[in-house]
């Protein structure tokens, strides 16, 4: 049988106007996480705790967490191939003058998933969640 190959994704993404610990709360609190990708989340927010996204497809559990700045995650999916260990997931959020830059390290993946999967961070993530930070302040600018 031959060994399974893993692919790295690296991505990189400015939320505008959103401070990082905003970001990092839309991605650890279940509600909000919920809130933005428009699916069911689960989170026990500590260091070895779980999760789930998007009504169960994503799973996993935190490796750690620094409030604000950064994220690790052991993750998977309910398509990943059978006895295949879950992924790495970083996320960092650092400050910059358009709001938070986001850095996304997504390593063993599967490499025959790990397209789609790159592709997914952009439409089901990044889209969402610019909207969701835009939409959060557009109605406090909005006036009474």
Not at 14 to 38: C, L, Q
Not at 129 to 135: I, M, T, W
Request: no cysteine; net charge neutral; hydrophobic share 35%.
């Amino acid at each position: 049988m031959p060994a399974m190959k893993f692919g790295t994704i690296e991505q990189s993404d400015i939320i505008p106007d959103a401070k990082p610990v905003e970001v990092y709360d839309a991605f650890v609190n279940a509600k909000k996480h919920a809130a933005f990708t428009g699916a069911g989340a689960t989170s026990d927010t500590r260091v070895g705790g779980e999760y789930s996204a998007w009504d169960g497809y994503i799973t996993g559990r935190y490796v750690a967490l620094e409030t604000g700045k950064r994220i690790v995650q052991e993750w998977q999916t309910t398509e990943w191939p059978a006895d295949t260990p879950p992924s790495r997931l970083e996320l960092r959020f650092e400050l910059n003058d358009a709001g938070t830059l986001m850095t996304l390290t997504h390593t063993q993946i599967p490499s025959e998933q790990a397209p789609s999967y790159e592709q997914g961070w952009r439409d089901y993530y990044w889209t969402p969640l610019k909207k969701y930070f835009a939409d959060k302040y557009n109605k406090k600018r909005r006036p009474v």
